[in-house]
């Protein structure tokens, strides 16, 4: 592992087999790097493999090939004591808010549950120390009483924060956590986010598909295709830097409040997720792509300083 690097994923592959007793490569040899402090996003459309790397990085799933490292140590197939302590130390903030929580706990019983059962603190001072967590995010300390349906979506996931938190782990991996809330309330929650992190210096690991918002937040930038990294962004200019044709056709489709003017764009070629591909996956719907994009897979290279492409075209 690289300097300060906490995190790892090292050549990791997830496969499924699906009901007729073929295999789906979900994930393909992707390599993730998380420095300490630092926020990377994960960016892509829908079934691009976002969530699955989420659920491999929490362990709810087994790697089928790779490894995975945490402060040096590698914790691919984590087990018992060794794996309760590995979620202390990872966490999850999800979508949907309400779901994270039973409608018959009170706030206060939902707080002080990980405390209890990592067996940080009594009962009482795992009450105290739920105050004091609200407040920090942004709620009093009364909402500890209350039920889950007598709140906002906004409130109920600055609940969920302040308990995440509240276990000061190293990495906190947000799964599309504002994608549910009112525009209005995600902008609360990501500056929270980003106010607890600068404060606490944890590591984030934000998944999305909203360009603009990974663009504002991250150091680092992964965009995926079918599973695959096909290109690693470190600006905060993603529409200057971006090289990969999948990025711009990404960046072309979004909507533009300062351009009303803009010419939006669609890849309107299906997504083409057949295993026979030998070339580069993104191909068969690439407008730039030429006969060796069919032919041969291209390798992910350092481009220049702000930017890593798999591209035949570079």
Sequence with gaps: ????????????????????????????????????????????????????????????????????????????????????????????????????????????????????????????????????????????????????NELSGGQLQRVVIARTIGLEPDIIICDECTSALDVSIQKQIINLLLELQSKTNFCNIFITHDLALAERISDKIYVMYLGEVVEILSSKNISRDARHPYTKALLNGVLSVKNFNKDIRVIDTPINNSVNIQG???????????????????????????????????
């Design 1 to 148: 592992m690289g300097e300060n690097v906490i995190f790892e994923l090292q050549d990791v592959h997830k496969y499924f087999k699906n009901n007729d007793g073929s295999i789906l490569k979900a994930i393909k040899n992707v390599n993730i790097s998380l420095r300490q402090g630092e926020c990377i996003v994960i960016v892509g459309e829908s079934g691009c493999g976002k969530s699955t790397i989420a659920r491999l990085i929490l362990q709810l799933i087994d790697i089928t090939k790779g490894k995975m490292f945490y402060k040096g140590r590698n914790v691919t197939n984590l087990r018992g004591k060794e794996l309760k302590e590995y979620y202390r130390n990872v966490q999850m903030i999800f979508q949907d808010p309400l779901s994270t929580f039973s409608p018959r706990m009170k706030i206060g019983g939902y707080m002080i549950e990980p405390y209890l059962n990592f067996k940080l603190m009594d009962k009482r001072s795992a009450y105290k120390y739920a105050e004091e967590l609200l407040e920090m995010v942004g709620l009093n300390k009364e909402f500890i009483d209350r039920y889950p």
């Design 280 to 314: 580069c996956s993104f191909a068969p719907r690439c407008p730039s792509a030429y006969k060796n994009c069919f032919a041969e897979k291209p390798v992910l290279e350092r481009l220049n300083t702000s930017c890593s492409i798999a591209c035949n075209l570079y």
